[in-house]
């Protein structure tokens, strides 16, 4: 039992696609991995910041405990019920969020036990001095029991930031090491998968090949007198066997009607004929096979949209002659279908059109108009026109469309199907490495672009503006007092706090800023053809909207916020690689801080 070229072309397709799925399924699993790293890396950092706060307030209360009995100046006595209760919340934070470590959390309880009896050392001597008994309190002080007793907190303290910083640099390094692996991951898996697609095709070249080569020995052979020559049908496919029997038959009869020459010699020249036909038919297709084997191994190599486009339009008409054309990809985040490349001279609206319009995605299979009086034309043609809609799908999703003008013959669709089958696999192999891509340059929290990216970015900016002779500016700002939404309301309310803040940003900016975040919460604007000055005042339009937000997360309200902003324009003094723009730009910014905050301040060096 033989398989068709069409079964084994379909098959190669599936192939590529389980190849697919699995990259995407590994490199899934190894970005959440690495996700998960991250995570725990910054809750160890959480607690190492918390528990040197709640050390701050007990070192700040017995500082001004001991400063009162001394001098007996009650100011240093006010804030000590403030610290002592801070020092108290703070310790408590920092049991709860060490829940998920036994040993930790133990090590916690203890220093929060050690810091209340300290708390209540420190109050003997505090209430002596405020009924005046300040020899009493001295001696209370100079018994050394408080002393001692913090010296046990510093000791317990210490022991236990030391084995959460020792987490915090494991689970920082675990983050990277995911990290990398998922970079070798994806580098690999391309490789894999481009190999076995170039395979794939190298197989299929050659299962055309041998038969083709066998039949052309075979024929040479009848040509040149030898009546016996046949041809094996064990061809390999369905098409070739076919031919392999009626060249036997053809052979067959040649021989039975040697005694009537002239009615075998036009019996021969019909078979004949028709041989050929199917022979050019069948070389045809196994140079349409090949063409488009070179044609998926560019597209498979392809890294943008403008070289995807530039090889469906160098291809596709070697594969469909004389029959114009357009490529239409499907845009998930505005549900239409988005031209990517045409052909043969015609034009297509640049804003494409929505998926309903087309009769082909809506069946879910092709869609023919050769008598537009007749059928139901797409609502995206033209009215009286003869065209094909092919429909793109990988696992039921819509890929995109093939939209071909004019009738598509028998032959011609041989070579439709080979082609869209090519097309479906390069698009959602495209959109897989674009997925990827944007996973490496933004950042996860605000979906702005990362510093990696920013600093690459930069570069070619500058290198860009150096040729044209265009001004480039740089925007450096950070959000004012950002430390006290994590202080007062936590780490999840001050990344809502950074998600408010970059979605004011990405709608204020124009569409060519590049907008970054720095690290934290600062975050950097590239603005290229335009100088600081012109820049200052899309700047203030967005400083002025950021501060007249209304800050909430979940049910509460966090209040107001605003942004302090540095601007600079690069010159032909500063370094080429940016470093010497984000210093001026950054110096601009403390300047705004130093001035009040809350305003914009243009880098002298931009002069």
Known sequence: MFVSLTARITAIGLIVLLALASLAGLLADASYQASQSVHWAAHSAGIIETTEAALGDLREAE???????ITRDPAYARSYAELVDSAARTIARVVEQTNDNPLQHARAQKIALLMKERSTILLQ???LARRGDFSGAVAVIASGRGRELMDAISVRAQGFLDEERALQSTRQDAAVQRLESGKRLAILGAIAVALVVVGSFALLVRAIRRPLATMMRAMTALGSGEQD????TAMGSREFTRLAVGYNAMADRLRGAVADQGTSERQLQIVNTELEQNTKSLRERGEV??????????MQAARTDDELAQIVRVFVPQVLPDIPGALYAHNNSRNCLAPVASWGGITVPIEGFAPERCWALRRGQSHSVEDPSR???????????????????????VIGVLYLQGRIGAENRFRMNVLTENIASALVNHRLQRSLREQTIRDPLTSLFNRRYMEETLKLEIARSLRAGSPLSLVMCDIDHFKRFN????HDAGDSVLQMVAAEMRSRFRDGDVICRFGGEEFTIIAPGTTAEALAGRVETVRRAIAELAV????????????SFGIATWSDAMDRDGATL?????MALYQSKRDGRNRATISMLAA
């Open 63 to 69: 500082s001004g405990q001991r400063g009162f009995v």
């Open 289 to 298: 096979i090949e063409l488009l084997g070179g044609m998926a191994h560019r």
């Open 125 to 127: 001597p505090l209430n």
């Open 487 to 490: 202080d007062e309301f936590g």
């Open 375 to 397: 059928e139901i034309v797409c609502g995206h043609v033209a009215e009286n026109e003869v065209y094909h809609c092919e429909p793109l799908l990988a696992g039921g999703e």
């Open 552 to 563: 909430r997360h979940g049910n509460r309200t966090l209040g107001s916020t605003s942004m």
């Open 229 to 232: 020559a046949r041809i094996d």
């Open 582 to 586: 984000i210093q001026a730009a950054d």
